[in-house]
């Protein structure tokens, strides 16, 4: 699976994937990351990617050329390269869509910043649009990766124990059942009983 980040800001994504799973996934050949920067592809002398709003309202606007530009060639290279937009505007991210978006080739997250996307862009470009939540982040960066770890964890290979998908929250109507480490009593608090016998089915039946 190959994640690219359209970004003005590629460490802010970078460094996530110098840790842990995500660093393994890439070691083992099964995740490649790549980032594309707007700013290298403006037209005009000062690399400016953003401008006022047509409407006239407060804040700046990423505006159509760099990034139609970038998403053109992206597309001529990789036609089957599928395009997320991270907006306030989409429709909420779920397991289901990490796990629908796991069977994907290539996926592409186009990060705004600002007030946003000249929509243009949006229209001619955009498979689909999500939001991570009922709050505004200062840029596409983080609802861009928080989409693309839940994704991954559902990439074959990229858990060391797939049996660990199966039982998570978000598979059933029900989350999860907490989770205990040895030891059983821990200063003064004790694992449930229910859980030191190892039945299984009960413990499921004890989800929150
Ligand atoms: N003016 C926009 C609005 O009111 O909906 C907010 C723009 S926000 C400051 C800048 C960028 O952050 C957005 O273009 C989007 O890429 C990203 N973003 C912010 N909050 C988000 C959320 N909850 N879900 C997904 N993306 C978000």
Same mark, same amino acid.
């Given at each position: 699976m190959q994640f690219s980040y359209v970004t003005l800001f590629e460490g802010l994504i970078a460094s996530y994937f110098?840790?842990?799973?995500?660093?393994r996934a890439i070691a083992k050949g099964l995740l490649e990351i790549t980032f594309l920067n707007p700013r290298d592809y403006?037209?005009?002398?000062?690399?400016?990617?953003?401008?006022?709003?047509?409407?006239?309202?407060?804040g700046l606007v990423l505006f159509p050329q760099p990034l139609l530009d970038l998403l053109r060639?992206?597309?001529?290279?990789?036609?089957?390269?599928?395009?997320?937009?991270?907006?306030p505007a989409g429709k $909420? /991210?779920?397991?289901? #869509?990490a796990k629908r978006l796991a069977h994907k080739e290539h996926l592409v997250f186009v990060s705004g910043r600002y007030e946003g996307i000249d929509e243009r862009v949006i229209e001619t470009f955009?498979?689909? $649009? /999500?939001?991570?939540? #009922?709050y505004v982040l200062t840029g596409g960066e983080l609802?861009?990766?928080?989409?693309?770890?839940?994704i991954s964890r559902n990439i074959k290979g990229v858990l060391g124990n797939e049996d660990s998908l199966s039982i998570e929250s978000f598979e059933s109507p029900l989350l999860e059942a907490p989770c205990f480490s040895k030891p059983p009593l821990y200063e003064d608090k004790s694992v449930p009983s229910e859980f030191l016998k190892g039945n299984h089915a009960k413990i499921t039946g004890l989800k929150k």
């Open positions: 110098e840790d842990s799973i995500l660093k403006t037209k005009n002398k000062h690399g400016k990617v953003d401008d006022y709003q047509a409407s006239g309202g407060a060639s992206l597309k001529e290279k990789s036609p089957h390269a599928y395009i997320i937009f991270p907006t $909420l /991210f779920t397991q289901n #869509d955009a498979d689909e $649009l /999500f939001c991570i939540g #009922d609802p861009s990766l928080v989409m693309s770890d839940a």
